[in-house]
């Protein structure tokens, strides 16, 4: 039955997955406002500076007629893909609205940095410097060849090739510089960009385009070291919130390849751009990448179709690594730089965990090794130096905080970490942007509840008994906390009072089975895969991908996200696999191990996986049904 304009209309802010209810004839912006999703204006909801741009997802007909100002600040092509001006839209219906990242004030937390790592420094492009004899009436050898015989006897390059784009501006390069150039040579065959005089600027980028997020490490290729890091939210969101959803778009809209295509281009552009800048450098000095991601990701980048990876047998279109020039992938670095992708594995295991893969080396160990990727995507690798097996297992989003009531992905105010009393049922947590607990704080101003804040919650809940092993809630407990609302049991995390919506913030039965099912599948997964490996028990367990850096790993392993393992066994190691595409672009030898690598690992197809459907049942409860965790003998509840 629909909502009655006296009970309001229920919106729901993407990418952020804010989401409640609002008053009939409230604007957009004023929603936005209420359920703490900050949006741009500088014009005091006048209507006149057009920073407060809006896409529409569902229901157009619920909201108020475009006016005069949205006629004159949106183009007809941006109304009729549903672009609106929030502050000039009222809400008669429920509606999905999407904010576009230039439209948010607030911009998502990408936890993304590059960690430590020692790289032994091959790079593919180099750099060499040359003083040429300036050509005369007597000597009028061409610019090219009198610039490849000086790098051929200077220092043995031979056999060499030009970039046309380079070769077009050779003439006026040489002569500006006074016949002395800086010359960039790519995996020592192709020069690929030439300046004038002496330069020492040139860097490569590796970028990790995720499901959620991108990010881009911008590289000095002289000594290796991270210049700048810059991260984004994939715009491709829009379009669906996981892999499936964009592999369907693809397939039901004519254009779907292209809006995506051109979407995380878009991105990776203004990824490059600012890290540029940060480094105080431009675009074009960026002369070399490498890029990893998953399956679909890969594909979506490459303009290539990825509608076969949503059908049997899930075949990608390509498996190995590729070199490819940048124009021709749209991207605006050095026209002449060369972007690496990393190979493949299967259907549903891409670059990105291949980049895990070179960065972590379990095929160099004697451990038995268990590397979990959290994401929208779980991706998982098992094994050590004489047999490595990978799978991939669909999570779904409660782990980046959507199809959580009051979850939203990482942003100020977000509720990050929980603790409960296990006596009292009291609870105290952090958010994102303020370092002390709740209780410490005079202004909270909790938004809702992040990946990492749900996970501590639902551990904390049940090591507190408030839900029990099947991730039922505990009817005879009595606490205020605890409560029904509309036939559905809630437990209240942080008050009305400590909120920026005036609204409590809880973790409901739905939400508590969603992230059993986010973590039945990645324990369903393990157990199958230890099952084929024909072990018993998990050495080490490593927790890669960003989101598992801010995961605590007594909560993880209390919900049973992983078979049990000693917890100073159990470590986060960051985005692993932005650090291998960063490995990739400083060691051209990593790259072929990435493609030996990428071949040999042995991919499981879960789906088809006899039992697993068992196991994952099994594996829904917490933290798990049958399974022992002599590891967690003093953590969990008698």
């Known amino acids: 039955m629909p909502r009655s304009k006296k009970q309001g209309h229920k919106v729901v802010f993407e990418p952020a997955g804010r989401r409640g209810t609002v008053g009939d004839g409230e604007t957009i912006r004023e ?32 909201l108020s007629e475009v006016n005069d100002a949205e006629r004159k600040l949106l183009s007809a092509r941006q109304r009729r893909g549903g672009y609106r001006l929030a502050c000039q839209t009222r809400i008669h219906g429920d509606i999905v609205v999407f904010v576009p990242e230039e439209s948010r004030v607030a911009k ?3 936890r993304k940095a590059a960690t430590e790592r020692a790289i032994e420094l091959k790079p593919a492009v180099k750099r060499y410097y040359v003083e040429l004899t300036p050509a005369t009436l007597e000597d009028a050898l ?9 790098l051929g006897s200077r220092f043995s390059l031979t056999d060499l090739t030009v970039d046309y784009r380079v070769l077009e501006n050779l003439q006026e390069v040489v002569r500006k510089g006074d016949w002395k150039v800086t010359v960039w040579v790519w995996m ?6 030439v300046e004038p005089g002496l330069r020492d600027r040139g860097y490569g980028l590796a970028v990790d385009i995720g499901t959620t997020t991108v990010a ?12 700048a890091t810059e991260s ?18 693809t397939m039901n809209n004519r254009d779907g390849l292209k809006n995506l295509n051109r979407a995380i281009i878009k991105t990776i552009n203004l990824i490059a751009g600012r890290a540029a800048a940060k480094a105080r450098g431009r675009r074009k000095d960026i002369v070399d990448m490498a890029v990893v991601g998953n399956t679909c990701m890969h594909h979506l980048f490459l303009n290539m179709h990825p509608g076969y990876l949503g059908r049997v047998p899930f075949a990608p279109a390509v498996h190995h690594s590729l070199n490819i020039k940048a124009r021709d992938l749209g991207l605006r670095i050095s026209p002449g730089a060369y972007v690496h992708v990393l190979p493949i594995e299967a259907g549903f295991v891409g670059a990105d965990n291949v980049g895990v893969l070179i960065a972590e080396e379990p095929y160099n160990q004697d451990d038995i090794v268990l590397i979990i990727d959290v994401g929208t995507n779980g991706e998982l690798i098992l094994g050590n130096r004489k047999r490595l097996l990978s799978s991939s297992c669909a999570t779904g989003p409660a782990f980046e905080g959507a199809s959580i009531r009051h979850g939203l992905r990482d942003a100020p105010g977000a509720i990050e970490k929980v603790e409960i009393d296990p006596g009292t049922g009291e609870v105290r947590f952090k958010v994102i942007g303020k370092d002390a607990w709740n209780s410490e704080l005079e202004d909270v101003g909790a938004t809702g509840i992040c990946g990492s804040g749900i996970i501590d919650a639902t551990a904390q809940m049940f090591r507190a008994g408030i839900v029990d092993r099947s991730g039922r809630f505990n009817k005879e407990l009595e606490t205020p906390r605890l409560r029904e ?53 998990v050495d080490r367990v490593i927790l890669a991908g960003a989101f598992g850096s801010y995961i605590d790993r007594e909560s993880a392993a209390v919900i049973g996200l992983f078979p049990d393992c000693p917890l100073d066994k159990v470590y986060a190691v960051g985005n692993a696999a932005g650090d291998g595409a960063r490995i990739a672009l400083l060691n051209i030898d990593k790259r072929a191990e990435a493609d030996e690598m990428a071949r040999r690992i042995e991919y499981m197809e879960l789906t088809v996986e006899p039992g697993f459907n068992k196991t994952f049942t099994r594996s829904l409860w917490f933290p798990h049904m ?6 967690l003998k003093d953590l969990l509840p008698a």
């Open 216 to 227: 881009g490490y911008l590289c000095d290729l002289a000594g290796g070291e991270v210049a």
């Open 31 to 62: 929603a936005s406002r209420k359920l703490g999703v900050p949006i741009e204006g500088i014009c005091g909801d006048k209507g006149s500076c057009g920073k407060c741009r809006v896409r529409i997802k569902s229901n157009r007909g619920a």
């Open 108 to 110: 998502q937390v990408v």
């Open 626 to 631: 049958d399974d022992d965790f002599p590891s």
């Open 188 to 193: 020592g065959t192709e020069v690929i960009r």
């Open 485 to 537: 609302n509309e036939g559905e049991k809630e437990f209240v995390i942080a008050r009305a009072d400590e909120t920026s919506t005036g609204e409590d913030i809880v973790v409901c039965q739905g939400d508590v089975r969603n992230v059993q099912l986010g973590k039945g599948a990645l324990y369903a997964g393990a157990k199958s895969m230890m099952r084929h490996l024909g072990v018993e028990k």
């Open 232 to 249: 984004g939210f994939n715009p491709q969101a829009e379009y669906g919130e996981d892999v499936m959803s964009r592999i369907s778009y």
């Open 142 to 150: 061409g610019d090219w060849e009198r610039l490849k015989g000086e």
